[in-house]
C-alpha cells in the first residue's frame, strides 16, 4: 500500500532520434562516442569495424538494442543506407544466443536488402544468409513482427504502408545474462574503421 492508486506507466520504447539517444537503449559492450552523432534529427551509426569476422553477432559491441517490451510487438525503423565498401551492412536485429537481422548491404557495388540468422556456437561460422534481394533504393522501412512465443518475421517497405515479406520465421531465445533484445547496427567488414554509415530517421514499437 503505498498510500493513493497510480496510473499504469510503461517504459519507454520508441526514440524519434531528436539529439540523444532515450534510457531504453543498452549497447551490447561498453561504447564509443565515435560510434554514432546526430545529424539533422537522424541517428547517424559508423560502419564500424567487424570485431567477428566469422560473423559471429556476440563479439560485435556496437549494436544498439533494449529489452523486449512485450510478448507480442512489432518494430519499424525508417532508415537510410551509405555504404564505403562492398559488406558494409546495417539495419534491425534480433539478438541473443540466436540472432537474426534484416539489413541493406552492399554487394559488388549495389545494395541489397538481405535477411541473415545466426547462433553463438564456438568453432561455427556464425551467421547465414536465408534470403536476398536486389533493390535500388538508399532508403527503406525495416520491420520485425515477434509474436507468442518469441517468433520473428521481417519485412521491408519503401512507403511504409506496404511491406513485403523477406527470409523465414525466427526463434528468439536470451542471450545468456542479456535476455532477448531487439536494436539495430550497422557494420564494416574491414578490421579496419570504416568510412560507410547509415541513418535512421526513427524506431517505433507498437
Known amino acids: 500500500n503505498v498510500g493513493r ?18 534510457l531504453q537503449w543498452q549497447w551490447h559492450a561498453n561504447p564509443f562516442k565515435e560510434w554514432y552523432t546526430f ?3 537522424r541517428l547517424q551509426l559508423k560502419a564500424v569495424q567487424n570485431y567477428s569476422q566469422l560473423g559471429d553477432l556476440w563479439f560485435v559491441p556496437n549494436l544498439l538494442l533494449q529489452k523486449f517490451p512485450s510478448p507480442e510487438f ?6 537510410g543506407f551509405y ?5 558494409d551492412r546495417a539495419g534491425i536485429v534480433v539478438m541473443g544466443n540466436r540472432w537474426a537481422f534484416l539489413v541493406m548491404e552492399q554487394q559488388e557495388g549495389k545494395i541489397r536488402i538481405s535477411q541473415y540468422e545466426g ?7 556464425g551467421t547465414i544468409l536465408v534470403e536476398t534481394v536486389a533493390t535500388t533504393t538508399k532508403e527503406c522501412y525495416l520491420r520485425v513482427s515477434v509474436s507468442e512465443p ?12 506496404t511491406f513485403i515479406d523477406i527470409g523465414r520465421e525466427f ?4 542471450g545468456k545474462w542479456i535476455g532477448a533484445k531487439t536494436g539495430i547496427f ?10 560507410g554509415y547509415a541513418e535512421f530517421d526513427w524506431f517505433r514499437v507498437e
Open 186 to 195: 550497422c557494420l564494416s567488414p574491414d578490421i579496419r574503421p570504416g568510412v
Open 150 to 161: 518469441g517468433i520473428c518475421r521481417f519485412s521491408y517497405s519503401y512507403d511504409a504502408l
Open 5 to 22: 492508486n497510480y496510473p499504469v506507466a510503461v517504459p519507454r520504447v520508441n526514440d524519434e532520434f531528436e539529439g540523444s539517444l532515450g
Open 171 to 174: 526463434q528468439a531465445q536470451p
Open 39 to 41: 545529424h539533422e534529427g
Open 74 to 79: 512489432t518494430v519499424t525503423a525508417k532508415m
Open 119 to 125: 547462433e553463438h556456437v564456438r568453432c561455427d561460422p
Open 83 to 87: 555504404p564505403g565498401m562492398d559488406g
